[in-house]
Structure formats: C-alpha cells, structure tokens
C-alpha cells in the first residue's frame, strides 16, 4: 500500500486524514458526491447537479488527469488490461481501481493520489465498480479481485483485519452448500460491485459460461465482520421454488444463472433487485430440460434475509446467451393516472421491460408467443418466449435481406453472401450445425447500465450488431482434432470458437492471440489461461498439463508436434479430467464471430448504435440518435452510423445527458431533451466505462475512464472535465 503527501491531505502517524472527510456524511440528495455504482441505491445514474448545464457546457476543459496504468513487464508490452470502472466520490475523494485492480483514492479536486492498496494476488479481469460504507468514524470500501472480497479502510488505505480473515472473505463461500470440493477449481470473481443494506453486502458473481460453470448463487456477507449472511440459490436446491423448472438434482452439476451486471436496492422497502444470466452451458441446453429458474430473470429479495418476494423471467431455456446485461432503474411513473413504483429493466436482446415493484407484474402488455423447437439432438427448446408489446424494441430483433448493409455496393454484395449462407428469419432462430445469424449477445443493453431522470425518462445506448453462431457435436469436434498436436488440440476445442482456428480473434471481445507472445511473457500467458480475464473463463477444471500445452502452442505454434495415440483418439482431450462439478455438452459453438463486411464494418445497414431517450409514463420514444462514428466513413460522405457502446450515461439536472462508450474514442454530451449533440471531447484512449459527476468546493466535476482497449489503443486515465 503507498501513501502519498500532498497540499490536501497530510497523513501524520497519529492523526490519519485532516481534509474535507470530517465535513461529514456524504449526500445523495445534493449531487455533492457519487457516493454508489450507479449513482444512488437505484441505479439511476442522476445528478441534481446544474452548474454544468445546456448553455455553458461547451466550455468544458479538462480539469485533471490520473494515470492509473501500470508498468509493463521489462521487454514486454503492456498486457491488453481495461478500465471499466465508475469511480465513486465520497466527501471529496475518488475511489477507483486500475486495469491491474489496485484500490487508489484521489483528491477528487485536484486527481493528486492519496494511497494505492495493491492486492497480494494478481487477477486480470475487469472491475466495473467499488461499494463504500461507514458507521461512525469506521469507513470502508469493498471490492473484488478474483474470488477475494477485499474491505479496505476508505481513509488509510489499509486492510480491515476485523473482516473476514484480515481484510478479506472468500467468494466460495456460500457457492458449494455440500459441494465445496467440487466447486473449488472453478472460475469465480464479480466484475460489478455489490449493494449494501444497513449492515449487509449483497453480491453476485461472474462465472464461466460452459459446461463447467459454478453456480451463480446470490450472497450477503456482514461488514463488519465478513461472515455470511445468507445465500440465494438462483439453481434452487430440492424444496425450494423454481426446482421443478429442472432435471431432478440439476443444482448438483448445473452452473451460471448469475448476476454479473450489478444490483440496486429499494431502501425504504428493504428490496433488492438484480438481473440474472443464462445457465451453463450457452446455445445447448439438452442437460437443463425446462424453464430455468431463476436463469434470465428480473430478481426481487428481501434484503435482510434473502428471502425471493418475486420473479419475472424475460427468456425460458436460454439458448442464445441473452443474459440480462445491466442493473435494473428504480423508477415512479404515472401510469394509468396514478403514481407507481417500477423496475425498469433493460435487456441484452434489446427490449424493455417496465415491472410493478411490488409485485413483479408488467405495467405494459407482453405476449407470450409460440417459437421454433426444431433443436439440436437431445436440445429440449421452450415452447414460448415472451415478447413486450410497449415499449417498442430499441435494438433490431431477426436478421432479414432487408437488413442487409447498404454502405457500399461492395460491403452490400459481400453481406448477402455471407447472408444466404446462413438460417436467419426468427429472433428465436435455434442453434445448429448449418449456422445462424443472431441479434442479441453484444447487445442492445449492455453492462454500461441506462439513467433514468426525476421524469420518468430513461436513456438507453444500444448496439446493432449481428453475430454468426454455427455448432457442432462433440464427436465432430473430436475427429477434427485427432490429428493436431495436443496443444493444437486443445487450443481447438476450449479457445478456437472465441479466438478463431486462425487465432486472429475480431480484435473486440475476442482479442487476437497470433502475436500473444509479443505482449506476455509464458507466465502472464499462463496465469490468463488458469485465471481468466474479462469475458474469458478460467480453465482451472484442465490439468496443468492441458494448460501448459496451451500455452506452448500459443508461443509456438508452428512448432511440429506428433499427436500421441490418446490424442488421436479423443482430440486432445485425453489429459483432461472430467470436471467434479458440470457437464460436457454434445454440441458446442464451431464459429461464433460478428457478422462484418470485408472492411472490418457491421454487416447491417446503420445505425449500428444509438442512444434512446424511452418516456416511461407512456412506453413511447422521445427521440433516437446515433451514438458514435467512424469518421473515414463520414469523410466519405456516409451519414453518421453510430458505433457499438461499452459503458452507460448519467443525466443531470442541468439537463445534459453524458456518455462515452464510443469506438471513435469520444465523450459527448447531448440535450435530454431533444438528443441534440451539445460538445464532444477527444479523449486519449477509448472511455469503455460510465462517467460520474459530482462537486467538490463549489466546482462540479465529470469523470470518465478512459482505458482503452477492445480492440484499439490502450489507456489507463482517468480525465475530469469542469468549467473553464
């Protein structure tokens, strides 16, 4: 942990902090602080704040910049880390991490450095988010890393010895209920951060998305203490609600079902609220027959004792890996000339779901209609899924001829080809062998959240981007690989449907893997291959031989090899032990890739991202824009297409809505109330991440990370914005 002087704030053994911490509790009402991810309890990403507002707000500059980057590894390049976190502000201090998940806090005046914890372990995954608490003069901030949830002194910078065993609590924990040995070597970590009732930290997790996924369960630790509280199983065990909507026993090998996006609470009520993602293992589903409770589903617990109030399932037997993507936005809306508390739930497949909060009821129609079940062999496809009549979807649904890109003649021609290749007509389109094009995994919604104003309003960025998915049955997948080298082999059947058999990957999600030994040592290879990183898993359930033949053919893969006789005969798998916990299903994803012309560009025709201002009171638009640009298509005088979007807006009181997200690098404001483009800002690396914006001394500030990444340059500032 590093502690650092400067004209603020002056760390003297004895006295601690002497600064703007003593002002006392931080405040909600008054937009001073960011106190939560999400901006308040509800997830609203609101500032009363207006200081900042339509008529000066193009007179914006930069106030202050931190790096957080880490150095590289001598020889090395730096490793492709990301900032996606929205730093919170509590009493004048900024609390973030960096793309190595160090814990910093800054003068959120000036951006000086207070103090750096730096965990013992070293993870690569992203963190979306830190939670603050404090009672009395004991203030604390929780975050992950990996499997370990961390309490740190929010003034210090030191562990809390009192919490868990010295500062920290394993996230195992509550996981196993009788199956820990099983669950042990399984990936585990939480990307967004909890909620905290009174005393209690609520959180999820993220978890592989194969067949051998942990258990998404749902967990509450004490804060002061870090003892577990009580446990939510989102499989639910025998006698509880939702079993019979699995095989019998499913809870005992069956994992995912998670909350990964974050949650919110309803104080007052002493509710919370969470999305849950699909079950392991995505696009086949023939060893979960049923509806999958509590997979894909808006969530209400009462926060005390985890006890459910109340469930609404937006998709049953989730095949298509459309989790809910984002918290949900507590909001009131006058619907049917009274006033109503509502959940508003914004998903990956590009819908809106507007929920009674007491009692999980939907406040505009939804049909449940019949869809395709012609499956996969052994796949036991529901028969209907649910399609919200109000509002209207803000992301496309199926992929028609019509849809086809029309930028040029080229990147037309070169679409229908792809385009006629592959079964498209259905949102609900089953996963097969011969391919299928699908809406719905990048968006929509996605992890960055939606802000919703005092007004009902709420602003959504989606994506437009088509995906090609094409499977294949195991014993295919074997015979295919009989031949390769055993770490060609199994790069093949555990890491060529995200990054390619050419290992080249789409440079976004799937970063490319032909030049990895240029950017990581073998041993940063290999910690990513057992830990994970972003949306990558961890591959714990192989053995470390599995593991290091991966490695080896990542670094060499040209190196000649001779399969061995077991190699041939199982495809590389021979070295695998089966996994104690999970599956392996009998069809797994061949290609799963974006569909995109021969120029890199999404094969639709724009707007491949907006921004959408959806008026809760009526289910009607406001308006919609294109969010984003690719400006050598502009200059050619292609209309503006808009770009996919990481990362969320917040909306002020001084009528401005704020957003990065951008592939073009940008930070923008637009008018609430018309989406016209107010000011826009070139940052130094892509900001994958939402802002926040706050006051400190009379001065308000907007803060965004800028990491970079996905697919373009890195970064690792944080950049504040304030009036001239």
Known sequence: MTRIRCCSYLLIAGLGYMSCVERGTYSYETGTDWPVYGGNKAGNRYSPLNQINTSNVDQLEVAWMFNAAEEPEPGKQPRALQIQCQPIVVNGILYGTTPALKLFALDAGSGELLWKFEPPESRIHVSRGVAYWERGNDKRILYTVGPSLYAIDAISGERVASFGEQGVVNLYAGIGDGLEKEVAGLSINATSPGVIHEDIYIVGSAVSESGNAAPGHVRAFDVNTGELRWVFHTIPHPGEAGY??????????????????????????????????????????????????????????????????????????????????????????????????????????????????????????????????????????????????????????????????????????????????????????????????????????????????????????????????????????????????????????????????????????????????????????????????????????LTEDDRDAIVDYLLNPRAIATPSAGNQQSGGQQASKPPSFGFKPLYVKKVWERLTDQDGYPGVKPPWGTLNAIDLNTGEYRWRVPLGEFPELTAKGVPITGTESYGGPIVTAGGLLFIAATRDERIRAFDKKTGNLLWEYQLPAGGFATPITYEVAGKQYVVIAAGGARGAKLGGNYVAFALK
């Open 244 to 541: 019979d909507t699995w095989p019998d026993s499913a809870y005992q090998k069956i994992g995912g079902a998670n909350s990964w996006a974050g949650m919110v609470l309803d104080e007052k009520r002493g509710m919370v609220y969470f999305g849950t993602g699909s079950p392991a293992s995505d696009f086949y589903g023939g060893d979960r027959k049923g509806s999958n409770l509590f997979a894909n589903c808006v969530v209400a617990l009462h926060a005390e004792t985890g006890k459910l109030a109340w469930h609404y399932q937006t998709i049953h037997h989730d095949l298509w890996d459309r989790d809910i993507s984002c918290q949900p936005n507590l909001v009131t809306v006058n619907h049917q000339g009274k006033k109503v508390d509502a959940v508003a739930q914004a998903t990956k497949d590009g819908v809106l779901y507007l929920l009674d909060r007491d009692k999980g009821t939907p406040l505009f129609p939804v049909e449940e209609r019949a869809v395709p079940t012609n499956g996969l062999p052994g796949e036991y496809p529901y028969p209907t899924q649910k399609f919200p009549l109000k509002p209207q979807p803000f992301s496309r649904q199926a992929f028609t001829e019509a849809d086809i890109t029309d930028i040029s003649p080229e990147s037309h021609a070169y679409i229908k080809e792809q385009y006629l290749k592959y079964h498209s007509d259905h949102k609900f389109s089953l996963p097969n062998t011969a391919g299928t094009l699908l809406f719905g995994y990048s968006g929509g919604a996605e992890w960055g959240g939606n802000a919703a104003d005092p007004e009902g309003v709420l602003y959504v960025n989606a994506n437009d981007d088509p995906w090609i998915l094409q499977m294949i049955d195991t014993v295919a997948l074997n015979k295919e690989t009989a031949l390769l080298s055993r770490g060609n082999a199994l790069y093949a059947i555990n890491c060529a449907s995200c990054h390619g058999g050419d290992r080249k990957g789409n440079g976004l999600e799937f970063p490319s893997l032909a030049d990895v030994g240029n950017r990581m040592s073998a041993a940063q290879l290999k910690q990513v291959v057992t830990a994970g990183t972003g949306r990558m898993p961890s591959f714990q359930h």
